[in-house]
């Protein structure tokens, strides 16, 4: 376990380069400069020219990655265009709602999947299961925005008892203002455990060793809680790991419609902005957080499966 790990860790280091490669490019290709943006009614081709020499803007490209690349090394990420101070500063700002907002809606997402999945499971092709599996395929169709604002309308106008926007003062505030928002990336993101959770839960309550544990007669309860339900949690961590890309890219919008200062709505203001250093850095942040996240989920299925952890082994 420990060699796959460092393995893991390692093979990062190649693939944060290439997505910080990727993005220097794409950025420097889109339309719009920097310096006229940050000049904006005061964009003279003088004053343009001094700050595109100032940022290092002239050079060429793959000087400038260099530099950043050398800078990189010494956990620097840049110095933001827009709001003058060091990227690494912004992120670190920004952190704390973001994963408060990720670990809120990943509690919301499996209190939400979990018992509905096992209603869906244990009533087989009845009226509930029909039920349950309707609501995932709304649940799938629905874009997280329009979620979104149909709750914030809902809870926070029509029947005011939510914040409509805003991160409080707070840790009461921090988290009444994530109610909303966790929920609607919850709503989005609960069908993909639904299925996958009943899936396995149907195939195991036909295996043998379920068969086994009710001859003995122990309670329906307990079979279900010891000898169904952990092997049945594999696919459903594996799935909510897999689509943890999902869930950073739901992130992004749903904080800009809820004004939660996370990450996301940062990358959304540095990229209209043309903030070049911050939207690396976030990019860099959100990367490096799939990948971890994806690392966490085999070290889980391998702790829920020993022949997950055998493979591993090998």
Not at 1 to 17: C, K, Q, T
Not at 85 to 91: G, R
Not at 263 to 280: E, K
């Amino acid at each position: 376990m420990l060699r796959f790990i460092v393995r893991r860790v390692l093979v990062m280091v190649p693939i944060l380069l290439g997505i910080s490669l990727v993005m220097f490019v794409l950025l420097r290709v889109v339309p719009g400069d920097p310096a006229v943006m940050a000049l904006n009614v005061y964009a003279t081709p003088e004053r343009v020219a001094e700050l595109r020499a100032l940022w290092g803007l002239d050079r060429p490209i793959v000087e400038q990655y260099g530099i950043f690349l050398a800078q990189l090394a010494h956990g620097d990420l840049g110095y933001s265009y827009f709001y003058k101070q060091p990227a690494i500063s912004l992120v670190l700002e920004r952190l704390g709602p973001e994963l408060t907002l990720i670990a809120s809606t990943v509690v919301l997402t499996l209190l939400i999947g979990v018992p509905l999945a096992a209603v869906a499971a244990v009533n087989r092709d009845r009226a509930a299961d029909n039920s349950i599996r309707a609501l995932m395929i709304v649940g799938l169709g629905l874009p997280a925005y329009w979620i979104g604002i149909v709750l914030l309308l809902a809870f926070g106008i029509w029947i005011p008892i939510l914040p409509v926007g805003g991160y409080g003062d707070t840790l009461v505030g921090h988290l009444r203002s994530l109610i909303l928002p966790s929920l609607t990336i919850a709503l989005g993101l609960a069908p993909l455990i639904i299925r996958a959770l009943r899936a396995s839960m149907i195939e195991t309550l036909e295996a043998d060793h379920v068969d086994m544990a009710r001859s003995k007669g122990l309670p329906r309860a307990r079979v279900f809680r010891r000898h169904v339900l952990r092997p049945a949690l594999i696919p459903a961590v594996t799935v909510l790991g897999i689509n943890v890309g999902l869930l950073i890219g739901s992130t992004v919008i749903v904080e800009y419609v809820f004004g939660i200062p996370g990450l996301g709505l940062l990358m959304i203001n540095a990229i209209t902005s043309r903030d070049y250093p911050t939207v690396v850095a976030v990019t860099l942040v959100f990367a490096l957080f799939v990948m971890l996240v994806n690392l966490l989920t085999d070290v889980l299925v391998a702790f829920l499966d020993p022949r997950a952890r055998a493979s591993m082994a090998v």
